[in-house]
C-alpha cells in the first residue's frame, strides 16, 4: 500500500487535518451545550446593596476617535454610581484625547472619574504598562478592563459581577464581544462573523469541555487579590489577555465565559489595518506558545495545556501539513513523484469545508437575525478568502516573531488604526 | 393580516414548495444514479429522514450538530476504506454529504416559521381572552376586572363609609353535580342561577363569575344587614329554581353555598384577603 516517503508524508499530513477537523467538532458539540444550558437557567441576582466596589480600567493610546463615546457608554452603564470607579489611562497621547476626556469629566461631577495623562518619560511602553499604571491608582475589589473603541450593553458589568460573585474559582470572568460596524463592507462583515464562530467554539466550547477560556483583552472582571498575586500584567508580552489568562490557570483559578455580558467593538475596515492587527495576534500566541511550552507537561498547568496542544497543532502541525499535502498534491500532478494514495483527499477537503460551514451556522443561528441567507452566502465564500488570508497572517507573524527575537525588538503600543 | 404575517406564510409556501422539489430530485437521483443497487444507500435515506424530523421538532441549532456529526462520521469511514482498502471514493459519497445537512436545515427552517406562527397565535388568544370582559354564555362580568373593582368597592367604603359586602355563591357537591348530569346540564344549571342572580339583585351591585374558581362573586353596596336578607333571598330562588323541561335536574335537589362577609377597613388590607374571607366563610354555610 504504502510505497514510498511521499505517502508517509501524506498520511501524516491526513492524520493532522483530521485531527484537527476532530477537535473543533468536539468544541463545536462544546459550545451547542454551554447554548442549551445557557438557555435554560438564570444566573441569581445579587441585590444592589451587595455589589462589590469596581474600578473600571480603559487603557488608550491616540484614541481621540473614540474615546469619548467610550467612556459616556462606561459611565452609563447599570451599576450603583457610588460603588463604580472609572480610569482612563490616557497613555502617551499626542492628540486631544486629554482635552475630550477632562470635558466629559466635568460633565459628571457627581462620578468618580479619574483620568491619568502620561507622557513618553511617565509612560508609552505598551498596554500591559498603562494596565499596570491604572491598576496601581485604583481601589475597587474588582477590576473591569474595557478597550477605548467599546461600547458595552448596559447590563454588561453587572452581569459580569454577578458570575464572579457566584464562582469562588474564578479568578476573572470575560464577557462577549461583537462587532459594531458589521455592516461597513465585507471584510467587517467577515470579521463580525469570525467573531461569532470564536466566540462559540473558543469561548463556549472550550468552557464547556475544559473549564476553559482566554481572556479577550476587553469586557472583563478580574479579582484584585489575583492581580496581586501575579504582580499586575506582564510588560513583555505582545498579547497580554493571552499572556495573563496562562498565568491565572497556573495559581490554580480558572477563567468563567459569561454570554449574557456583551461589549460592541469597533473592528478595521481596511486590509492592512486588519493584517497588521492579526498579525500581532499570531505574533502573542508564538511568544505563549514558546514561553509556556516546557509546561505542557506539568499538572500544574491544569486546562490550559488544551489550549498549548492546540496552539501547537494549528501553528505547527496544521499548517506544515497542508503546505506538505498542497506541495505533494501539485509535484503528483505534475509528475515529479509518485504517490499511490490520492483518492482520500478532495474528499478531506470537501469534508473539512462542509464542517467549517456547518460550525459556523451553527454559532450564527445563536444570535438574533444573524442566520441570514447574505450570512450563509458569505460564510460559504469564507473559506477560500478570509481564511486563506489567515494562513497568510500565519506565515508572516511566525517570520516577524522570529526577527523580533533575533533584534529584542522594544515593547511599545501596538494601535489599531481607529474609523 | 398585518405585513410580518403575510411575509411568513408566504415563506412557509416557498419552503414547502422547496421541499416537494427537494424530494422529487431525491428520488430522480437515486434511480440515474443507481442508488438502490447498494443496500447502504436505504440506510443513508433513512439518516434524512431522522435530519428532517430533528430538525422540524428541535431548532436550527440542534439540526446543524446532527448535520454536523453525521459528515464527520461519514466522510471520515469513507477516507478510512480508501486508504486501508483501496476502495474508491465514488460520486454518491458526496451526494450524500450534501443530501443530509440540505434537508435537515430546509426542515429546521420549515419547522422555525411554523413555531413561529403557533406562537403568535397564542400570544393573539391570551391577549384576546384577557380583553374579555364580559362572560359570553351568562352575560354577567368576567374574572379579569374582579380584583380590580373590588379595590374599587373598598376605597368607597373608606371615604364614604357604605357598607360593601363580598359575597360568593358556590353549587353545594358541584364535582358530583357534574359527575351525574354533565357538563352541557351543569352549564345549564349555571345560566340558570346567574338569571336568578341578575334578577334578584339591583343594577348597581356588581355580578361576577368566577370561572376559574367555579363561584359567582357578587359585590353588594347596602345597609346593616342587607346583605343576610340577599343571602336567604338567593338560597330560597335557587331552591325554587324548576327546570320544566328536564327532570334529571329537577331530581336532584339543587343547593347552593353562600359566604358573605361586609368589608372591615381595619381587618382587610387588600382584594385578596377580602376575597380569601369570604371563601372561609363559605365553609361555615352547611
Not at chain 2, 359586602?165 to 352541557?184: P, R
Request: glycine share 6%; aromatic share 14%; charged share 20%.
Amino acid at each position: 500500500m504504502l510505497q514510498n516517503i511521499y505517502d508517509y508524508l501524506l498520511l501524516w499530513s491526513l492524520f493532522s487535518i483530521w485531527l484537527i477537523v476532530l477537535i473543533n467538532k468536539l468544541l463545536a458539540t462544546g459550545g451547542f451545550i454551554s447554548y442549551l444550558k445557557h438557555n435554560k437557567k438564570r444566573e441569581i441576582f445579587v441585590p444592589d446593596e451587595e455589589l462589590p466596589f469596581v474600578s473600571v480600567l480603559i487603557p488608550a493610546h491616540n484614541e481621540a476617535k473614540v474615546i469619548g463615546k467610550t467612556l459616556e457608554a462606561i459611565i452609563n452603564l447599570d451599576y450603583d454610581k457610588k460603588k463604580l470607579e472609572i480610569i482612563v489611562i490616557n497613555d502617551n497621547s499626542s492628540d486631544d484625547s486629554a482635552e475630550i476626556l477632562q470635558n466629559i469629566k466635568e460633565n459628571h461631577p457627581e462620578r468618580h472619574i479619574k483620568i491619568i495623562n502620561t507622557d513618553s518619560i511617565t509612560g508609552g511602553k505598551g498596554k500591559s504598562n498603562a494596565l499596570n499604571i491604572g491598576f496601581e491608582q485604583s481601589k475597587g475589589s474588582l477590576l473591569a478592563i474595557y478597550d477605548a473603541d467599546n461600547t458595552p450593553e448596559k447590563n454588561a458589568l453587572k452581569e459580569l459581577v454577578f458570575a464572579i460573585i457566584k464562582d469562588k474559582k474564578a479568578g476573572a470572568v470575560i464577557g462577549k464581544f461583537r462587532c459594531r460596524n458589521k455592516n461597513r463592507n465585507l471584510l467587517t462583515k467577515f470579521i463580525n462573523i469570525e467573531g461569532i464562530y470564536f466566540q462559540w467554539m473558543a469561548q463556549a466550547g472550550r468552557w464547556q469541555l475544559f473549564k476553559l477560556s482566554t481572556i479577550p483583552g476587553t469586557n472583563f472582571v478580574i479579582r484584585r487579590s489575583v492581580l496581586d498575586q501575579l504582580g499586575g500584567w506582564d510588560t513583555g508580552a505582545i498579547t497580554e489577555d493571552m499572556e495573563i489568562s496562562f498565568r491565572i490557570y497556573r495559581l490554580g483559578y480558572h477563567i468563567r465565559f459569561c454570554p449574557r455580558s456583551t461589549s460592541w467593538e469597533q473592528e478595521p475596515e481596511i486590509i492592512s489595518v486588519w493584517l497588521k492587527q492579526r498579525k500581532r495576534w499570531v505574533k502573542g500566541n508564538y511568544y505563549v506558545l514558546i514561553k509556556n511550552f516546557k509546561n505542557l507537561f506539568d499538572r500544574k498547568t491544569g486546562p490550559v495545556r488544551f489550549d498549548l496542544f492546540y496552539f501547537f497543532a494549528i501553528y505547527v502541525l496544521f499548517l506544515a501539513s497542508s503546505i506538505a499535502s498542497d506541495l505533494i498534491f501539485f509535484l503528483g500532478f505534475g509528475g515529479f513523484i509518485q504517490t499511490s494514495i490520492m483518492g482520500y483527499s478532495l474528499l478531506l477537503w470537501f469534508m473539512a469545508y462542509i464542517l467549517f460551514v456547518l460550525s459556523v451556522l451553527i454559532a450564527l443561528s445563536t444570535e438574533k437575525g444573524e442566520l441570514s441567507f447574505s450570512n450563509i452566502g458569505i460564510t460559504l465564500l469564507m473559506y477560500f478568502t478570509y481564511s486563506k488570508l489567515w494562513a497568510f497572517v500565519a506565515v508572516i507573524g511566525f517570520f516577524s516573531f522570529v526577527n523580533d527575537s533575533l533584534f529584542k525588538r522594544e515593547i511599545t503600543w501596538y494601535k489599531t488604526e481607529r474609523f | 393580516m398585518s405585513r410580518m404575517d403575510t411575509k411568513i406564510s408566504k415563506r412557509i409556501d416557498l419552503i414547502h414548495i422547496l421541499l416537494t422539489a427537494m424530494f422529487f430530485s431525491l428520488i430522480i437521483a437515486y434511480s440515474l444514479m443507481g442508488l438502490n443497487e447498494d443496500a447502504m444507500n436505504i440506510f443513508l435515506v433513512f439518516i434524512v429522514m431522522v435530519g428532517s424530523i430533528v430538525g422540524y421538532y428541535t431548532t436550527i441549532t440542534a439540526g446543524i450538530l446532527y448535520s454536523i456529526i453525521y459528515i464527520f462520521s461519514y466522510a471520515s469511514f469513507h477516507i478510512f476504506l480508501n486508504i486501508s482498502r483501496g476502495i474508491p471514493v465514488s460520486v454518491d459519497v458526496y451526494f450524500w454529504m450534501i443530501t443530509v445537512p440540505l434537508f435537515t436545515l430546509a426542515f429546521a427552517y420549515y419547522g422555525g416559521l411554523i413555531r413561529n406562527i403557533q406562537e403568535q397565535n397564542s400570544n393573539l388568544k391570551k391577549e384576546n381572552a384577557e380583553l374579555v370582559v364580559i362572560d359570553k354564555e351568562t352575560g354577567l362580568l368576567s374574572s379579569q376586572t374582579f380584583f380590580n373593582e373590588l379595590q374599587a368597592y373598598m376605597k368607597i367604603n373608606e371615604r364614604y363609609h357604605i357598607e360593601v359586602y363580598l359575597m360568593l355563591v358556590k353549587i353545594k357537591y358541584e364535582n358530583e353535580v357534574i359527575k351525574i348530569l354533565g357538563e352541557s346540564k351543569y352549564n345549564r344549571i349555571v345560566n340558570e342561577i346567574s338569571n336568578a342572580i341578575n334578577s334578584l339583585l339591583r343594577e348597581e351591585d356588581r355580578k361576577y363569575i368566577l370561572r376559574d374558581a367555579n363561584m359567582f362573586g357578587l359585590i353588594l353596596l347596602s345597609n346593616k344587614d342587607g346583605g343576610r336578607y340577599i343571602k336567604n333571598r338567593i338560597k330560597e330562588m335557587i331552591n325554587n329554581i324548576n327546570f320544566k323541561d328536564d327532570i334529571a335536574i329537577n331530581k336532584i335537589k339543587l343547593e347552593v353555598l353562600v359566604g358573605l362577609v361586609p368589608y372591615r377597613s381595619n381587618e382587610i388590607s387588600s382584594p385578596y384577603e377580602f376575597f380569601k374571607m369570604a371563601e372561609k366563610d363559605l365553609e361555615f354555610d352547611v
